[in-house]
């Protein structure tokens, strides 16, 4: 069965980094786009970044261009988010998510999601 396991959050200082990961298995990693969620209390769920499934293309929301990068390691069917210079307003649970399926039939998959507090 398709499971995806983050790990890596916690509390961080304004301005430190954390780095999350998120493994995968029960699907082909390699032929699959990942992205990376986050939700903070009282908001949407907003998309953090992708990468597609070779690690060439990758695409990040406005506020943590710059601050935050997505990769992949194919050979061990993992997905990483390196954070750096981190904000309060970064605070959320942190999910990971691929879409197995197509148009016609979605089939959207979810990790448990990890939590990221950013506080002095």
């Known amino acids: 069965q398709v499971q995806l396991v983050e790990s890596g959050g916690g509390l961080a200082q304004p301005g430190g980094s954390l780095k999350l990961s998120c493994g995968a298995s029960?699907?082909?990693?390699?032929?699959?786009?990942m992205r990376w969620y986050r939700q903070a209390p009282g908001k949407e769920r907003e998309l953090v970044a992708a990468?597609?499934?070779?690690?060439?293309?990758?695409n990040y929301a406005e506020t943590v261009k710059g601050r935050f990068t997505i990769s992949r390691d194919n050979a061990n069917d993992t997905v990483y988010l390196q954070m750096n210079s981190l904000k309060p307003e970064d605070t959320a649970v942190y999910y990971c998510n691929t879409n197995l399926g197509s148009s016609r039939y979605p089939r959207n998959y979810w990790g448990q999601g990890t939590q990221v507090t950013v506080s002095s």
């Open positions: 029960g699907f082909t990693f390699s032929m699959s786009t």
């Open positions: 990468i597609d499934r070779v690690g060439s293309s990758t």
